[in-house]
């Protein structure tokens, strides 16, 4: 076992764990998230008086994080909370491996280099058994809205462009009171896809559960399993971003949200193929005219905007 794991590891394998632990244990870990850079002052003693639970669960947390005892987590909880104060700085937005100074040809070799290994990691830590059943949902929905806020909002506008050019009758909203209107009118047969990195979005929770309430069936797109808004859906695609050196919340979770959502895509034109196949055909027809090259230079054929 490691006495000083990677940085940002600790809390995010927690979080993971959390739905599996014991109840003390799970108890125990809930209060550490609550305030890491708390715990992380505190004696073992005062933990588990402040917890409510015995040093020996302690011990046992710290077993289930790989961690030699609980002077590495203390170690490694303030590690983390350091990070967090460092937000609005360079490093928290930008990252550590790249610098005012680098050239060019470095900050593209960074980018390559961590969105491949964030994609790689996001699909291969993907519970395909899930996706399949989402893709059911999606491919036989009367209505799905597709919702998102900021760089998440960006990336539900793609999805949903994407499944109405199949013809899944899909919508998304940039008004939260809409959307909210939205998710009051669903009912069974209907399906909400939740977009959100950290989990932790009100507004995107407060869509799943109001669209819950009404019979709809919800999915989530998220990073944390142990966050609000995977507790409240009925199916969580967990997209398995683990921080690098540069901004996870502007680039990579984009990206792993992308990967996460071109495998279901996929899945649901698999479910819908000759619909699907049809609604391509159509589609490309009806915008070729308005294309470079659509209608006289064909020779790489149409491009598509959809």
């Known amino acids: 076992m ?3 794991p990677p940085r940002g590891d600790v809390i995010q394998r927690m979080r993971e764990l959390l739905p599996t632990m014991p109840e003390a244990q799970r108890s125990l870990a809930e209060r550490v998230l609550d305030d890491p850079a708390a715990a992380a002052r505190m004696t073992i003693v005062e933990l588990a008086e402040q917890c409510g639970v015995s040093t020996g669960t302690i011990t046992r947390l710290c077993r289930a994080l790989d961690l030699d005892g609980y002077s590495a987590l203390r170690i490694a909880l ?3 909370s350091g990070r967090a104060d460092v937000r609005g700085t360079w490093a928290a937005h930008i990252g550590t491996d790249l610098t005012k100074g680098d050239d060019i040809r470095h900050v593209a070799n960074v980018i390559s280099a961590n969105i491949g290994h964030v ?10 058994d899930l996706v399949e ?24 506008m793609e999805f949903q462009q994407r499944l109405y050019q199949i013809r899944v009758p899909a919508w998304t909203h940039t008004d939260v009171h ?3 209107t939205g998710a009051a009118l669903m009912g069974r047969g209907d399906a909400v896809v939740a977009i959100s990195h950290t989990g932790r979005t009100q507004e995107v929770c407060d869509l799943v559960t109001e669209a819950r309430s009404r019979g709809a069936t919800t999915i989530a ?8 808004l995977a507790g409240r ?3 969580v695609l967990a997209t398995g ?7 996870t919340e502007t680039i990579l979770a984009r990206h792993a949200q992308l990967a996460v959502l071109d495998v279901l895509y996929i899945a649901i034109a698999q479910r819908t193929y000759e619909q699907t196949r049809e609604a391509i055909a159509v589609t490309t027809k009806a915008v070729s005219s308005h294309q470079l090259g659509g209608t006289g230079d064909t020779a790489s054929g149409p491009h598509r905007d959809l």
């Open 78 to 80: 303030a590690s983390d």
């Open 221 to 228: 797109i998220t990073n944390d399993l142990a966050s609000p």
């Open 133 to 156: 059943r989402a893709a059911g949902v999606l491919a036989a929905t009367r209505r799905a809205v597709i919702y998102g806020i900021g760089g998440s909002g960006a990336t539900a």
């Open 233 to 235: 859906a009925d199916l």
């Open 119 to 128: 994609v790689a990691e996001a699909l291969a830590r993907l519970d395909l």
């Open 241 to 247: 971003v683990r921080e690098l050196g540069f901004s």
């Open 2 to 4: 490691s006495s000083s």
């Open 178 to 180: 809409v959307a909210l």
